[in-house]
């Protein structure tokens, strides 16, 4: 993991603009491929205001982009943040993104002083749901109709981990 930088802004546009990425998250799907760009271009403001930390997943050596993963709405008072994060569907089924969100997950806690990290899915995507059970988090429930997705009310599992639940000794390629 590491910041995005303006030069992954078409690789970035080329694995989002898909729609196995865009059916299950809130991105918009043809994704504009300005919105690449723009999208990078806010993340040292959001960081420098505490209110999202976003990191590129790569791969070694070369560190190629193959997705996204972010601790948001930042909450300093509850100690808690949500985390988001998809992964390239060419790179689907090799553990990478329970890998960043296990990661994620140590940033928050150990360089942020969280005490817990949030996250959600739609009921409907159990590869999601798979990935966070593996990284630790525990399923707190489904929230009926709780996401708009394309016209359609969809029911959403949400998820959690607390810093007591885990014992990460160092963050994780950060």
Known sequence: M??????DAKALYE????????DTTTLPYPYPEHLASEWISTHAELRSEDKNYIFAVTLK???NLIGTVSLFDIQRKASRAEIGYWIGASFWGNGYA?????AIVAYGFEVLGLNRVGAGC??????????LEKAGFQCEGCLRQYREKNGVLED??????LRSDTSFTHIHRL
């Not at 694995?15 to 865009?22: E, R």
């Not at 329970?98 to 296990?102: I, V």
């Not at 739609?122 to 990935?131: G, I, T």
């Open 156 to 161: 959403f599992e949400i998820f959690s981990i």
């Open 61 to 63: 050596p070369q560190l």
């Open 98 to 102: 329970t890998e960043a969100a296990e």
């Open 122 to 131: 739609l009921k409907r995507n159990p590869a999601s749901a798979k990935v």
């Open 15 to 22: 694995l989002v603009n898909d729609p196995k990425i865009t």
């Open 2 to 7: 590491r910041p995005y930088e303006p030069v």
